[in-house]
């Protein structure tokens, strides 16, 4: 029984890591449980005893894809009392995520809104980045200031700070600058 348990287990990861690398390649849209079923050596009818819908599928490898691509959450804040200190450390956290994840906004691009599963993805994934903005911000009153975070907290802000030649951390810098800046500005 237990090996039977095991084969079971072995086979539903071979089918996920297939479909993974297929999705990475491809996207959800282009890539059928066929090929997935082609991939993982394994027959289609296998693929739909583990995944019995595309959509099961597809949720499969986004828990997969979030694991892997460590979404920043609170305890990025871990010994970060001020609003400044948040703020940087929030900047450093979401611009290396952006880096880490930058294939996987590009690949995806339109199935983003098309694809009904990444869709709730994404908007369960954006509402955590806005409750882990608003964590940064505790404390503060200054709308603009969460105005200003969230415009420049964002993968388009991050890709044109990088194609104007800035790395990673200089690009996170300069952001965690401006809006430190702010607060300061606004508290005086």
Known sequence: MQRRSEHVAQTRERILEAALELFSKRGAQATTMNEVARRADVSPT???????TNESLIEAVIDRVRADIQVPDS?????TRSLAGRLRVLTAAMFAFFERTVHWFELLGDELVEVPVLARAEAAFWDSIR????????????A????ATAGLLHPATFGALKAAGMSVDEAAAVVADLLVHRTRGVHR
Do not use: M, R
């Open 144 to 147: 603009l200031l969460a105005k």
């Open 131 to 142: 409750q882990l903005y608003e964590q940064a911000l505790a404390g503060s009153d200054d």
């Open 46 to 52: 296998t693929v739909t005893n583990h995944f019995p």
């Open 75 to 79: 305890t990025i804040f871990t010994g």
